[in-house]
């Protein structure tokens, strides 16, 4: 994995932090995530005190609603926002797919790091694949984007909701309540559950959510030496393909409430991008796709919002339940 600085233009750091402070959700994965920043940190600068204080947020406490209806995503980032902004931590690490496409005043998405397997895992304990699954199967997932997909191709299949963090969904599965899941095998991998993966889902047609996959480091604006100091932690690759996945999300006002994927990969200068907006039946979709050359955050920003044009231009805005953002 490649550890490229965000930029070289970055001043010297005069001074290495002596103490930084993660906050973190408290699920396990949430865990593992900060763990992996603090790990990562502890070898950049062994001299620091490293710590992680667990919060647990509102988005953490409703899950048995749905989220959109309550505010959505952004309610599992408020919380370490705030202790972010009582100067509590130093730093905030979160699943970059949460993170919404629109920074708070005053917060920044400071660092993204190398994106684990972006894609969707198929999960059963009786089926080798989606389409093994017999007439009426009952797949959980609780992902807008996984449900418009699944309703198009396999319209036999009876999608239900699945909510809660990954231990809890996989013991849904267990319990038998469900015949299948859709995860994100990067939550599974990190969790060590690789191996009850039964199939990766391609891209083409199950596309995954911007930024899912990677991690995202917040931290405040204004804070003197933070972004100097995460700096080596950032992975240029991922940051392009994030950031041109994050544009187009941006660009279509992107929530939890619209089925709405895009995922990127750039090497060589290269960058192919990939996106589609639908209705969550399944029944209409637009999708676009783009390749170019990509030498700077600029330019990958920039291919991200050709697509997003695209999008546009087919009459995506009619698939939105609020229409193209303001
Ligand atoms: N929406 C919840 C969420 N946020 C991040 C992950 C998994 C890890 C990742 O994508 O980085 C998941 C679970 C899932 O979608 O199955």
């Known amino acids: ?38 790990d990562c940190l502890k070898k950049l600068y062994p001299q620091c005190d490293v710590q992680i204080l667990g919060m647990t947020t509102r988005g953490d406490q409703i899950l048995d609603k749905a989220l959109s209806k309550v505010g959505g995503k952004g309610l599992f980032v408020k919380e370490l926002e705030t202790a972010l902004e009582d100067g509590r931590a130093d730093l905030a ?7 919404p496409m629109v920074m708070p005043e005053g917060f920044d998405l400071s660092c993204v790091m190398a994106r684990e397997d972006a894609h969707d895992a ?38 239900q909701p699945l909510r809660g963090n990954l231990d809890t969904r996989m013991g849904k599965l267990d319990r038998g309540e469900y015949h299948a899941i859709i995860l994100a095998a990067a939550g599974l991998k990190r969790l060590g559950l690789e191996s009850r993966i039964r199939a990766l889902l391609p891209i ?27 700096a080596p932690l950032n992975d240029l690759p991922t940051l392009y393909a994030v950031s041109a996945e994050r544009m187009v999300s941006r660009q279509l006002g992107g929530s939890c409430e619209v089925p ?33 050359s ?19 231009a087919q009459g995506a805005a009619s698939l939105l339940p609020h229409g193209l953002p303001k």
């Open 1 to 38: 994995m490649s550890q490229t600085p965000i930029s070289s233009s970055i001043s010297t750091i005069s001074t290495a932090p002596k103490r930084l402070v993660i906050a973190s959700r408290e699920s396990r994965l949430a865990m593992w995530q900060a763990e992996h920043v603090r």
């Open 93 to 99: 690490v979160h699943s970059l797919k949460d993170v």
């Open 122 to 159: 198929f999960v059963s304990n009786d089926y080798a694949s989606l389409e093994d699954l017999p007439k009426g199967a009952v797949v959980g997932t609780s992902s807008l984007r996984r449900e418009s997909v699944l309703r198009s191709k396999f319209p036999h299949l009876e999608i």
């Open 204 to 230: 083409d047609p199950y596309t995954p959510a911007a930024g899912q996959g990677a991690l995202g480091i917040e931290t405040l604006s204004q804070h003197p030496n933070i972004k100097a100091w995460l």
């Open 260 to 292: 709405l994927a895009a995922y990127a990969t750039w090497n060589q200068d290269q960058m192919h991008i990939r996106s589609f907006v639908a209705s969550v039946d399944g029944t209409s979709s637009c999708l676009a796709s783009a390749e170019g």
């Open 294 to 312: 990509v030498k700077s955050l600029e330019d990958a920003e920039a291919l991200g919002f050709s697509v997003a044009q695209d999008l546009i």
